[in-house]
């Protein structure tokens, strides 16, 4: 009996939520979230909101317990989603009791108070069942994913160990050839292109080895690591950077509690955050600054580890032009990047690097304004850790085991 209905879902980012099916008189493409919140938040209590007309509004549950301001900015929010010159009912989609993750909207412009409370009821169910089955697609969508990359590894893998071989042996012939150069044979330019033939086979050589890290990882010997100390021997190895406007900066917390790590595993994760933040500062230049601090406070339960409250925090922070919220959903894709040479590999093993050690690496960015990642890792206390029940994961990072 509907003329009209439209269904909504959030999109990855959250901020709006985009038309994805409708027929009937119009419906707007998108919704933005930040305005829809009364709407969204009222959806989350109640399974659903009845308009009847726009000059008043009713609500299925405990409509006294609304106060005037928050009708009318529910009203607000509800008008958002079009026009609803009768009646109409906007439902939540909620995958089992979740969160709110998209709208569906059913009209009926002819009649006011078209819908019964049990064709309300109905509409409840249908709304809950659209909930699972875009929950079922996503989650199947993900394992597809996953099973890609998986694939995709094992060839990467396989490809890199034959390339490594013969790389092995052009750079061996190369560097003879430089000895004959050098000696005085042939023509001038020659010394040149052997300069270019080793340079191009230390390059591959470097990328076949990041491919060989990611698909087969070094068991890595973790042992309690004093991460100021491994900090410092890494600004070191780096050296001064390549280009003046670049700067390094560090500033070390005192007090820092000793991470249980493979140290080795742990310089290469500042490696690639600090070649990353100086890369993304370009020609232009900037400040990367590289600080360690104590977390301390709510118990929780990050990568593969207990609970934990004591965590020390590896902050990578840069003045480049920050992460646009479409590669921030990829970034640890593996493979996954947006640079002429890049692996997309650097994130990816950093990632399960810092997971195998019970922590995560997190993200905050503004486009920009640049980007910091942070190194989460669990304070090492020398005693049998307690057995506890770990807290639901809160990072916005997906889980390679999809546990
Ligand atoms: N500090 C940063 N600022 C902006 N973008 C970044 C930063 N770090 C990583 N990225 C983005 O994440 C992508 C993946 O990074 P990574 O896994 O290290 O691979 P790669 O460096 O080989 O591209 C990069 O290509 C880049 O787009
Ligand atoms: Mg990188």
Redesign the pocket.
Known sequence: RATSAALYLLDPDGRELSLRQSFGLGAEEHIEVATARPLLERLREAGSVVVDDFTYATWNVAPQAQSAAQREALLTAAKLVGPIVNSGVILGIRPGSGDVIGLLVVRDERVRDAFSSDEIVLFERLASMIGVVVENTRAYARMKERDRLAVLGQMAAGLAHEIKNPLGSIKGAAQLLVDAANDGDGPACTQDFLDIIIEEVDRLDRVVGSVLDYARPRKGNPAPVDVNAVVKRTVQILGPSSNDRTRLETDLGTDLAPVRIDAEQLRQVIM?LVQ??V??MGERGGVATLSTRMREGDQRSLGRGPAVASWVEIVIK?T????SSE?LNN?FVPF????AQ???????ISQRIAQEAGGVIEVTSQEGAG?AFLVVLPAYVNREPRSSTPLPRRVAESNPDGA
Not at 320 to 323: F, Q, W, Y
């Open positions: 690639n990353n933040a890369q993304a840069d480049g032009p920050g992460i590669t970034l996954f990047s947006t640079k890049g692996t997309g590999l650097g994130l990816a980007s």
